[in-house]
């Protein structure tokens, strides 16, 4: 049970955004920006594969599972190799520049200045560009305040990872601007 009476049954949270839709606009529409603009050399997948890291290292189950179904969806891959990555990215099947960026952003989740030049200069001889290095950082940054916001407020979760994965395509279709926050 929640701490506080959302007046909603939503998971996650859709539930303390239903609940002040007046602060779920701003958070959407960052959200929306930093994982669907396609004014991005990152793909959606990469961007939310770095959500999806920070929130396992954040231990928050939703937003893990939600924008890890969601990386699997752009990626086409299945839940057993974004386990794979959260778990060892410098062992997996994905870039030198998704294993620095995601370095990056284990970095971030620890504390901004957790972040070192070295890491970003591996980053750029790995052919990240400022605006990635950038977006990397913010994405770690937002997940970090996403996290703390579900799990603060002691949202619920279906523990069903299969419920995360079945949603994934109309997530991935309607993006985070849903009309449950408006």
């Given at each position: 049970m929640a701490h506080i009476e959302f007046g909603n049954d939503l998971p996650g949270i859709r539930g303390p955004m239903a609940y002040r839709p007046e602060t779920a606009k701003p958070l959407n529409a960052l959200a929306e920006v930093l994982l669907r603009d396609d004014n991005n050399t990152l793909t959606r997948g990469e961007r939310e594969l770095i959500g999806t890291y920070v929130s396992y290292l954040n231990d928050c189950f939703f937003c893990q599972n939600v924008h890890g179904a969601l990386a699997g969806h752009y990626l086409k891959c299945d839940t057993g190799?974004?386990?794979?990555?959260?778990?060892?990215?410098?062992?997996?099947?994905?870039?030198?520049?998704?294993?620095?960026?995601?370095?990056i952003s284990g970095s971030v989740q620890k504390g901004g200045k957790q972040?070192?030049?070295?890491?970003?200069?591996?980053?750029?001889?790995?052919?990240?560009?400022?605006?990635?290095i950038h977006d990397t950082v913010l994405i770690a940054a937002a997940f970090c305040m996403f996290n703390r916001y579900v799990d603060g407020?002691?949202?619920?979760?279906?523990?069903?990872?299969?419920?995360?994965?079945?949603?994934?395509?109309?997530?991935?279709?309607?993006?985070?601007?849903?009309?449950?926050?408006?």
């Open positions: 190799q974004i386990d794979d990555i959260k778990r060892n990215f410098s062992s997996a099947e994905i870039s030198a520049k998704m294993k620095a960026l995601l370095g972040v070192t030049v070295p890491q970003i200069a591996a980053a750029k001889a790995a052919g990240a560009t400022d605006a990635e407020l002691d949202t619920w979760a279906p523990q069903d990872r299969l419920f995360y994965v079945e949603r994934a395509p109309r997530r991935a279709e309607e993006g985070y601007q849903s009309s449950v926050y408006k």
